[in-house]
T-cell receptor, first 113, second 113 residues
Framework: GDSVTQMEGPVTLSEEAFLTINCTYT??????LFWYVQYPGEGLQLLLK?????DKGSNKGFEATYRKETTSFHLEKGSVQVSDSAVYFC????????????FGTGTRLTVIP | EAQVTQNPRYLITVTGKKLTVTCSQN?????MSWYRQDPGLGLRQIYY???????DKGDVPEGYKVSRKEKRNFPLILESPSPNQTSLYFC????????????FGPGTRLTVT
């Protein structure tokens, strides 16, 4: 079945460091791919998405490219800030029309000044 | 303001005592869903609904019930809670199926003793 494998955390970086969080997926067909972010004490919110191969999603300096050949959707940011400290979830939507999301286990990022 | 609300935010209860967690959205979304979040497991879907009076099981439906009598509300019912249902629960909604963004509520932390 459909699944997402996400880089284990936690990840601790200094401010202005480069961030990569790896995400690979298994799915039949071509699902939509998402990154959601969860700030402390809050629900998840959409960070970015891509709906077809080679699409690049971007938001708030984060970006991820839908790579069909490697079944990956890695999250990157060139220069992280303390305010980026959160848990990041990679997810894919199934293709049944039900809009069900399959989530990775989440990666906790802590950015230190 | 567009939002998904959940109540209560925190709940401590005892084994076997029936409880309901309410979820409401003000965006006229057709799709609603319940997830539970557990450490190391990410988010797993419990039940979802694609419209009024249409509900279906997710990945972990055992021990839960839902109903969708109105478009805006999607309560989660635990008829006889057990300690293994101690978790963080999220309600989400989206316009409809496919690649549409899901909007999450703030979460309900449930402890069953």
């Amino acid at each position: 079945g459909d699944s997402v494998t996400q880089m284990e955390g936690p990840v601790t970086l200094s401010e202005e460091a480069f961030l990569t969080i790896n995400c690979t997926y298994t799915a039949t067909g071509y699902p939509s791919l998402f990154w959601y972010v969860q700030y402390p004490g809050e629900g998840l919110q959409l960070l970015l998405k891509a709906t077809k191969a080679d699409d690049k999603g971007s938001n708030k300096g984060f970006e991820a490219t839908y790579r069909k050949e490697t079944t990956s959707f890695h999250l990157e940011k060139g220069s992280v800030q303390v305010s980026d400290s959160a848990v990041y979830f990679c997810a894919l939507s199934d293709l049944t029309g039900a809009n069900n999301l399959f989530f990775g286990t989440g990666t906790r990022l802590t950015v230190i000044p | 303001e567009a939002q998904v609300t959940q109540n209560p935010r925190y709940l401590i209860t005892v084994t076997g005592k029936k409880l309901t967690v309410t979820c409401s959205q003000n965006m006229n979304h057709e799709y609603m869903s319940w997830y539970r979040q557990d450490p190391g497991l990410g988010l797993r879907q419990i039940y979802y609904s694609m419209n009024v009076e249409v509900t279906d099981k997710g990945d972990v439906p055992e021990g839960y019930k839902v109903s969708r009598k109105e478009k805006r509300n999607f309560p989660l019912i635990l008829e006889s809670p057990s300690p293994n249902q101690t978790s963080l629960y999220f309600c989400a909604s989206s316009y409809k199926g496919g690649s549409y963004e899901q909007y999450f509520g703030p979460g309900t932390r449930l402890t069953v003793t």
